[in-house]
Nanobody
Framework: QVQLVESGGGLVQPGGSLRLSCAAS????????MDWYRQVAGKERDLVARISRGGMTNYADSVKGRFTISRDNAKNTVSLQMNSLKPEDTAVYYC?????????????WGQGTQVTVSS
């Protein structure tokens, strides 16, 4: 059974930094895309950043220049370095991975980690 475990959320002041990590485990053959999403209560879950297996990245306009997504294919992990944080970055952050097990592929979500930006 594939599990994604996130870590690194917390409370930070505006202008501060946080680093989120997400580690996948459980019989994994390969992982294609790795994403970070975020969700504010009562709103849809939005894509923040995506990284392909080859390292190509995409970012939401709201985080470009402030957030950096990276991955370690050997360790099946994805990270999100968040700098110059703003109150509007406050949300629950989720990782999403497209995982191959044998000949089957499907998406898996992490459990979510709260990020709060406040003075």
């Amino acid at each position: 059974q594939v599990q994604l475990v996130e870590s690194g959320g917390g409370l930070v002041q505006p202008g501060g930094s946080l680093r989120l990590s997400c580690a996948a485990s459980g019989g994994i053959f390969s992982i294609d895309t790795m994403d970070w999403y975020r969700q504010v209560a009562g709103k849809e879950r939005d894509l923040v950043a995506r990284i392909s297996r080859g390292g190509m990245t995409n970012y939401a306009d709201s985080v470009k220049g402030r957030f950096t997504i990276s991955r370690d294919n050997a360790k099946n992990t994805v990270s999100l370095q968040m700098n110059s944080l703003k109150p509007e970055d406050t949300a629950v952050y989720y990782c999403l991975m497209y995982v191959g097990i044998g000949s089957s592929w499907r998406y898996y979500w992490g459990q979510g980690t709260q990020v709060t930006v406040s003075s």
